[in-house]
């Protein structure tokens, strides 16, 4: 990898630096242009869609759709027989159903809108990255991948990552983009394991049958049992029911009830010993009569890490420092990142700005650190691909 200050010297890098404070609005205007556009995860073809068609209009190659919806562009390297590919990936996908108000509120530099940080604007800097190499005449050493994937949120297991990583393999660089998390490096990935625990009872009226069993009654006992669970502060470890549904009606004895069980470690071995004694407290249960339990798994995230002192992450570090970040936090989270990283690529997620109340219908954007995220961004992807 190239060092951020050598990559910095060059003349068109640093007129694109000093482009992006100009583009602020132009940014924010494309974030908003993807939020308005419904991406629930699995259905994610209409944001797909209207990013393919932005990926052909700046005259990316190679423009296209896999199977899943992800959309992929080349920009192309001038010597990419020797050296790596280097792929830079945005989710597309949101946790908000299609229904749902995407009104946008602006107050300053600040817009509310679900999604509008998590993740229109990582999308929008994957634009605005191709507009400010194509506007600079920046030629890259290496080929640079651009792709807005699926499946990221919710149940969608990293469906669209691990059919990139498939893709591109092993010999890439990845760069993971979200629009919030400014000043934040994610070269951890946190391991997750996710059931769907379900009750059937025999049930009956709530007058008439009272005394038999309730799946609904059973769920709760056993959320109760989960919640008893210790579990180590370090390494953190979670676990969180986060859906629960059943029944029938007020006055029924409910025949089934089935809930949502995330859990979550940053180490393997915690995870699988936190997975055991959930499995434990689900075969108590099986040896009861009058009630049947089933634990199924409906989503694993594998957990990776690249060493603190890994190349890439010591030029994200140092593209911070370059952009005027005086705070850089290193965490462990789940993202697209999981994939790679478990697989020993290099890898790390980076953040465009700052962002709040994510996954809630209140979510905000401050765009006051993007034209920083962005030359960030511009600097890590040009210090990988070479210039």
């Known amino acids: 990898m190239i060092p951020i200050e050598t990559v910095a010297q060059n003349g068109r890098v640093q007129a694109a630096l000093t482009q992006f404070p100009e583009r602020v609005a132009e940014m924010v205007a494309q974030a908003i242009a993807i939020q308005q556009i419904p991406s629930p995860t699995f259905a994610e073809a209409k944001r797909a869609a209207y990013v393919e068609q932005q990926f052909a209009e700046l005259g990316l190659f190679d423009v296209s759709q896999d199977e899943l919806h992800n959309v992929y562009g080349r920009f192309p390297g001038s010597q990419p027989q020797n050296h790596a590919p280097v792929i830079i990936s945005a989710h597309s996908d949101t946790v908000f159903p299609a229904e749902t108000d995407l009104t946008i509120r602006q107050e300053g530099n600040v817009t509310y809108g679900p999604g509008i940080g998590d993740n229109s604007m990582g999308v929008a800097g994957l634009i605005a990255l191709v507009e400010a190499l194509q506007r600079c005449e920046i030629r890259p050493l ?15 297991d990293l469906r669209g990552m691990r059919a990139v990583v498939e893709r591109f393999g092993g010999g890439s660089i990845y760069l993971v983009v979200e629009g919030g998390l400014f000043g934040q490096i994610s070269h951890q990935a946190i391991g997750v394991s996710r ?16 005394g038999q069993r309730s799946a609904i009654h059973e769920l709760g006992k056993f959320v109760a049992a989960i919640d008893k669970i210790k579990v180590p502060a370090r390494p953190k470890t979670t676990y969180n029911v986060g859906v629960i549904e059943g029944g029938t009606s007020i006055n029924s004895i409910a025949q089934s009830a089935k809930l949502l069980l995330d859990l979550r470690s940053e180490s393997p071995g915690h995870l699988a010993a936190l997975v055991a004694e959930v499995e434990g407290r689900v075969a108590n249960w099986q040896t009861q009569t009058d009630v049947q339990i089933e634990m199924k798994q409906i989503g694993s995230r594998p957990a990776g890490q690249l060493a603190r002192h890994a190349p890439l992450v010591k030029q994200a570090v140092a593209a911070l420092g370059h952009v005027g970040c005086e705070k850089i936090n290193f965490i462990a989270s789940s993202t697209d990142a999981n994939i790679p990283l478990s697989l020993a690529y290099r890898a790390v997620c980076i953040g465009l700005t700052e962002s709040g109340n994510a996954h809630r219908l209140d979510e905000y954007m401050d765009s006051t650190q993007l034209p920083a995220g962005m030359g960030q961004l511009l600097l890590l992807t040009l210090s990988a691909a070479g210039i």
């Open 142 to 156: 290496a080929d640079i991948w651009f792709v807005a994937n699926v499946g990221e949120e919710g149940l969608g």
């Open 195 to 210: 059931y769907e625990v379900s009750f059937q009872t025999a049930g009956g009226h709530s007058w008439g049958n009272f």
